[in-house]
């Protein structure tokens, strides 16, 4: 079963507007919640993360929203540039050891219109 | 400071052919990972490896297998492909903190 789902698949955005990225997940057990931004012919890039104790992590323009009771977090971009556009995916994490294992969303394509 | 290189970038392969993806890592890192990337499907974990000499399974390990050949290198092997595994395929690798690195990725179609 899909353990951490990601709306909407894609997303338009005018330069300057917010970007609005949700993820919702399943398993109480994880504990590290990261944003990652994919550009064509790259590997993801770690964007932003945020663990479950706190509500709400911002760096620069990128902010993650986090409701633990919800068992939901998003990614806020505000003031969107043509640069932001890229694949974002959510994740989630559970710690086994010393080994962190990312389970992934399906990701979001953002197009940021100039 | 190359961070995760994988190699080849681009490869084609009949299907029954078998071949290894190669990871290797300047991190000193000790957690390696394998995922797959489909369209519409996110990254899925293929294998991992806690540390030097000890590999797991991920969600989509079958047909599949990796070797951990040593603390840097991390190698992904196809013994008989199939179209099914037509994909791009990421390595990553971390440092006892769930932050990933990952590599380029190598671009695999099996016809």
């Known amino acids: 079963q899909q353990q951490v789902k990601q709306s909407p698949q894609s997303l338009i955005v005018q330069k300057g507007g917010i970007s609005i990225i949700n993820c919702a997940y399943e398993?109480?057990?994880?504990?590290?919640f990261p944003w990652y931004q994919q550009f064509p012919g790259k590997g993801p890039a770690l964007l932003i993360a945020?663990?479950?104790?706190?509500s709400e992590k911002k760096e620069g323009r990128f902010t993650i929203s986090f409701n633990k009771s919800a068992k939901q977090f998003s990614l806020h971009i505000m003031d969107s540039q043509p640069g932001d556009s890229a694949t974002y995916f959510c994740a989630a994490s559970i710690r086994g050891g010393s080994n962190y294992k990312l389970t992934f969303g399906k990701g979001t394509l953002l197009t940021v219109n100039p | 400071n190359a961070g995760v290189t994988q190699t080849p970038k681009f490869q084609v392969l009949k299907t029954g052919q078998s071949m290894t993806l190669q990871c290797a890592q300047d991190m000193n890192h000790n957690s390696m990972y394998w995922y797959r990337q489909d369209p519409g499907m996110g990254l899925r974990l293929i294998y991992y490896?806690?540390?030097?000499?000890?590999?797991d399974k991920g969600e989509v390990p079958n047909g599949y297998n990796v070797s951990r050949l040593n603390k840097r290198e991390f190698s992904l092997r196809l013994e008989s492909a199939a179209p099914s595994q037509t994909s791009v395929y990421f390595c990553?690798?971390?440092?006892?903190?769930?932050?990933?690195?990952f590599g380029q990725g190598t671009r695999l179609t099996v016809v």
């Open positions: 945020i663990r479950p104790d706190v």
């Open positions: 398993n109480t057990a994880f504990d590290y």
């Open positions: 490896s806690a540390s030097e000499g000890t590999t």
């Open positions: 990553a690798s971390s440092k006892d903190r769930p932050e990933a690195f």
